[in-house]
Structures are given as structure tokens and as C-alpha cells.
């Protein structure tokens, strides 16, 4: 069972999961506006997939979904993922990410204990939550997040994940439900709905639109391409040891700034027809800073020597590598960005709005 499997991330770990025989998958999302059920397009025929709607704080659906569809293991990434969106409207961080999140462990627990003792499926059985780094709060110029990192959330979005990953070692210290958790860095790739930085840099940059970057742009984020995070779950799945955490990065530290430019540049080699169409000499001239995020933390750096030593993964895209796939993506697949930007988001501010100077 993949909860939120019609997002970025869940839709990723759906594709992965069903390239090969192994897995029979349950797809659970209710579709919010994130929610793209043509990021499955080419594993909606599948026979081994299947889709329902339904709110994970719902207990009575999510309930029937586990009494028909059996799972061995929940994968569960629904949730409510974007910060800015947690500044103008904290409610649905609450309601989604942390009751939802106890629902769901009452749910998986009530199914887990009526599995006969001892049996094969009892014993394999497994929640996986997956969390994010910025439950770890601000880095300074140096160091990493590592998995005895205390717990210092800064926004209303990582404050409601920090509540679920504390709820999902609660029952597993409580109730003795198998769980594991994941903490990754900032993903990127396919797929990505608009609101994020690097498709909103794309998708505005291809528009001739200014191209916005908080304060200085001199934030620090360590970026991991979807599919390695992907893989990187699935691995946490089948090897994991119940009640651990696992910090999953890509090691690939840059600022917003850099970020930016690396794409501005990446468009400039790729669509320099564009580029003259719009008269510029690069993408760069449409970089705009505008006034910060409130509270927005300076530096996230992931130590992933825990999974990387103990169950064998390592990232396989660098980000020079993965920006350029990204990019390429979306200059060949409008048809699943354009009815994001003219339907449920055209990139407009969230969270504060105010203008700023170009650069």
C-alpha cells in the first residue's frame, strides 16, 4: 500500500515498484490538488496496480482498504509537502500530516495484530514512513543532519512532520508495530508539480516570466534526484530494521542561487531559439530577488552514511547530471505540465507576497 502514491515522490516509488514482478500495488490518494493521477499514465493498465480515493484520515476507508487489500507492507508518503502553502494555511499541515498519519498507524496496527502470530506475513510485515530533513531544523556553514540529529522544525510544514515521525516511533515503542523512517533531502525530477523551485524555474524561464529567488539566494539545499530516492526506499523497505531511521541524501549541496543559474544555463544550450524569441542573451536576465520566506532555514546537508554502509545504497544521478534529465523532461513532456500552469497553479507567489529588484 503506497499512500500518496499519485504525488511526486509516491508516483516515483509506484513506477519503480512495478518494473519488475515483485510487487502488487495499492495506490492510496485523494487527489488534492498535488495529486496527478497521469503521473501513472504508463502503469494505469498494469495488473498489478490498483487505485483508490480516499482521505487517509478517513478510518473507515482506510480501514476497508487494508481489510480487502491486504497488505504486507505501507509505504507512506501522503501528505501536505509545500512550506509556503504551511505559512498561508497551517490547518491542512495538521489535519493531513499528523492526524493523518495516526489514523493510518491505527488502521495498520488494528490489521498487523490480527495477522496470525508467528506467520510469514506477520512477521514481514512493515510501516515505512517518509519523512523530510527539515525536521532537523537550520545548519550552520558546516556539518550534517545524521539520524541522532535533535529535532528543531522551523515551519508549520516541518513541525507537522516532526509530529508524525515522533507518532510512528510512538507505536512502535508503544504498540510494537515494525516501522521504519526515512528523512531525505530535497527531491527533483519528473513529474514535479510547479510550485517547487526547479520546475517553477523551468516553466517560468520557457514563459519569458521572472525567475524569483528568496533574499540573496545564498540558502543551502542537498539535492536528490526522485528516482535515486526511489530506489532508496524500496531498499529501506526490503532491508531495513524495524524501529530505525535512515537519512537519505544526494550529496549534492548548492544554493538557491546556484540552483537557478544552473538551470538558466542548462535552458540557454537547450532552447536558445526560445531564448532569441524572448530577447535574451541568457535565461539569467530574468532572475528577480524577492523579499525571504519567513523563517527560512539556511542549510540542510544530509550524512547518509548510515544507509549508504548498512543497507548498500548510493545515490547514481549528481546533480549536474540529474538537472539536465529534469530539464529535458519537461521541454518534452508539456502535455502533463501545461494543465497544472492554466488550471491549478500559474506560478504566482505563495506564502508572502512582494515584489522585488532584478538582478
Known sequence: MVTGGAGFIGSAVIRHLLRGPDYRVLNVDLLTYAGNLESLKGVADNPLYQFVQADICDCGAIGRAFEVFRPDAVMHLAAESHVDRSIDGPSAFIQTNIVGTATLLEAATAFWR??????????????????????????????????????????????SKAASDHLVMAWHHTYGLPVVITNCSNNYGPFHFPEKLIPLIILNA????????????????DWLYVEDHAKALCRV???????????????????????????????????????????????????TFVQDRPGHDKRYAIDATKIRTELGWMPEESFDSGIVKTVQWYLDNDW???????????????????EGKKK
Open 206 to 221: 520557457l514563459d519569458g516570466k521572472n525567475l524569483p529567488v528568496y533574499g540573496k539566494g545564498d540558502n543551502v539545499r
Open 237 to 287: 523497505l526490503e532491508k531495513g530494521v524495524p524501529g530505525q531511521t535512515y537519512n537519505i541524501g544526494g550529496n549534492n549541496e548548492r544554493t538557491n542561487l546556484q540552483v537557478v543559474e544552473v538551470i538558466c544555463e542548462t535552458l540557454d544550450a537547450l532552447q536558445p531559439k526560445r531564448m532569441a524569441e524572448l530577447h535574451l542573451c541568457s535565461f539569467k536576465e530574468l532572475i
Open 114 to 159: 490480527d495477522l496470525p502470530e508467528g506467520s510469514p506475513e506477520k512477521t514481514a510485515f512493515r510501516f515505512q514512513h517518509i519523512s523530510t530533513d527539515e525536521v532537523y531544523g537550520s545548519l550552520g556553514a558546516e556539518g550534517f543532519f545524521t539520524e541522532s540529529t535533535p529535532y528543531d522544525p522551523r515551519s508549520p510544514y516541518s513541525a
Open 336 to 354: 502533463w505540465w501545461r494543465p497544472i500552469r492554466e488550471k491549478k497553479y500559474a506560478g504566482q507567489r505563495l506564502g508572502a507576497a512582494c
